[in-house]
């Protein structure tokens, strides 16, 4: 039986100090069949050093060096996109790591289930030293439809919190749009929901990803400047116009939105937070009845967890 070639795809901007865990954690798989496609977005460290000297590895079938920034993730990943080879691709984000089984699980899961777009697997919290923030535990598989993933993980947030957990069928991702590419913070929502609107969706409960957190993370500094709840007002635009929120989960979304921006404490300034204020509010009705609506909810949530 052939076994399905996976492109990883690793982009890189000035992450040399976690360049080589990156790349030796990818090499390493107990999976082999796989081909690496590095991007580089002209980087101002000593990351191209790096990764040149990775170009002689048979796994390697491309290095791309930009040299102009291009400004956007997303663009990057859509290069990768379209160099890939594999049957599946997975985006190993060049500040992360994994366990070294990690794609051979994934793989087994999502031939396991050939309706599959998507599976992935639950990530540790590390800090910039590699040292746990948060240690997940969970145990256990989550197979679901696309709309229902969505309905149930993507409506307040990300579910797939880090693209390297995540591995994707490459004919999925082709029948999927492209306006995720304009996106500076958010368009990795975006990208999971369409993608799992062409198939299944598999959660591996077991942690074997590491999601690093540090001061560059571009998600960080996106809620700063109100960047993230812009771009999240569109995702709420795109969900509520295809029928994800209706009823109860409109009013529950928006309440949750509105919790958020009076909860994020460091806003470039006050002025940031009164305009993010003043987009999401005329989005529903009730807005100050649906804040509470999801405080409801949330403690009603930890009492179930509890018990």
């Not at 145990?139 to 709309?147: H, N, Q």
């Not at 309440?255 to 002025?271: A, E, F, R």
Request: glycine fraction near 6%.
């Amino acid at each position: 039986m052939r076994m399905p070639l996976v492109t990883v795809i690793i982009p890189n901007y000035n992450h040399a100090k976690y360049l080589r865990q990156r790349i030796d954690t990818v090499l390493n798989q107990t999976y082999t069949s796989f081909e690496v496609i590095i991007l580089d977005d002209c980087s101002t460290d000593n990351s191209k050093d790096i990764i040149l000297s990775y170009k002689d590895n048979p796994h390697i079938s491309n290095i791309v060096l930009n040299s102009e920034n291009s400004g956007s993730t997303f663009k990057q990943w859509n290069k990768g996109f379209e160099l890939a080879k594999g049957d599946y691709i997975w985006i190993a984000e060049s500040d992360d790591y994994c366990d070294l089984n990690l794609l051979e699980l994934l793989i087994t899961q999502i031939q396991k289930y050939s309706q599959s777009s998507i599976v992935y697997t639950s990530s540790h919290f590390v800090d910039a030293e590699g040292h746990y923030i948060k240690k997940i535990r969970k145990k256990g598989v989550e197979i679901v439809g696309g709309r229902v993933f969505i309905m149930k993980h993507m409506t307040m947030g990300n579910a797939i919190l880090n693209a390297s957990s995540a591995i994707f069928s490459k004919e999925a991702l082709s029948k999927c749009k492209l306006d995720y590419t304009t996106f500076k913070a958010g368009g990795d929502r975006l990208f999971w929901i369409y993608l799992a609107e062409q198939g299944q969706v598999i959660h591996l409960k077991d942690a074997h990803n590491y999601f690093r957190q540090h001061s560059k993370k571009v998600t960080s500094n996106a809620a700063k400047s109100g960047l993230g709840f812009i771009e999240s007002l569109k995702i709420y635009d795109y969900l509520k116009s295809h029928g994800y929120l209706y009823g109860w989960r409109k009013h529950l979304t928006h309440g949750y939105y509105m919790w958020l921006i009076g909860h994020v404490k460091d806003y470039q300034n006050t002025q940031v937070k009164k305009n993010i204020y003043d987009l999401w509010k005329p989005k529903c009705s009730y807005p100050t009845l649906n804040k509470y609506l999801f405080i409801l909810h949330r403690v009603y949530t930890k009492l179930v967890d509890l018990f």
